[in-house]
Structures are given as structure tokens and as C-alpha cells.
């Protein structure tokens, strides 16, 4: 059986995540999703706050909270990266940071961030 870990990984955590209100944009990406959980601190910002959804900011372990997330497991993540970044625009930078699955495995994928420099 493969190590999907071993992957190319994108963390969702808001309107792109399965069942939310931009998942259709996901779908020229194929792969596989697994639920997870980040660590970090949701804050108003970026355009997703109009929505209802909070952007994601890298904090030191004192302050991080734990945020339920999704992990989309993809060979194909990289053809998708430019289409990606335009669709979160400005407001997000793309960085990355650990998961932890709900199997307990661990890894590194990329997330979109507030994107703090604006």
C-alpha cells in the first residue's frame, strides 16, 4: 500500500475544504483527502472573512490552538499551484506547516496564510 504522506500536500482549512462553499474550485485537482488537524490561530483577515472564514497565521507553540483541517494528498498539486495562488490572491501566501491526521501520522504540506507583509 503507498504512503500517501509521502505525497505532495495541500492543507484546507476553510471555504476550499470538502462541503464548504468553494470546494468546486478543488476539483480539477485529483487526489485524496484526509481529515486533520493544524496547529496555529485563525484571524479575521484576507478575503475569506467575508465569508465567515477565518485566515490561518503561524504562531510560536504557546499560542497555537489546534484547528480541525483537511489534507488533499496530490501528485498533481504541482500543474495546479499558479491557479491556486490566483485564487486566493494577494491576502494569502503559501507556506508550510505540520498536520496530524486523524491515524496520528504526521507530516508537512502547504497551506494558504494570511498573508502578514499587506
Do not use: C
Not at 507553540?61 to 498539486?77: G, T
Request: aromatic share 12%; proline share 3%.
Amino acid at each position: 500500500m503507498k504512503d500517501i504522506t509521502l505525497m505532495p500536500a495541500l492543507i484546507i482549512y476553510g471555504s476550499l475544504a470538502p462541503g464548504e462553499s468553494n470546494h468546486s474550485v478543488m476539483d480539477p485537482v485529483k487526489g485524496e483527502w484526509r481529515k486533520a488537524i493544524i496547529k496555529g490561530k485563525l484571524e479575521e483577515g484576507g478575503w475569506g472573512t467575508s465569508l465567515g472564514y477565518n485566515g490561518f497565521i503561524a504562531v510560536n507553540e504557546e499560542e497555537a490552538q489546534n484547528i480541525k483541517a483537511y489534507v488533499l494528498f496530490s501528485e498533481d498539486l504541482s500543474l495546479h499551484w499558479d491557479y491556486l495562488d490566483e485564487f486566493e490572491g494577494d491576502g494569502y501566501t503559501r507556506i508550510q506547516t505540520q498536520y496530524e491526521l486523524e491515524n496520528g501520522q504526521t507530516g508537512i504540506g502547504f497551506i494558504y496564510a494570511l498573508n502578514q507583509n499587506l
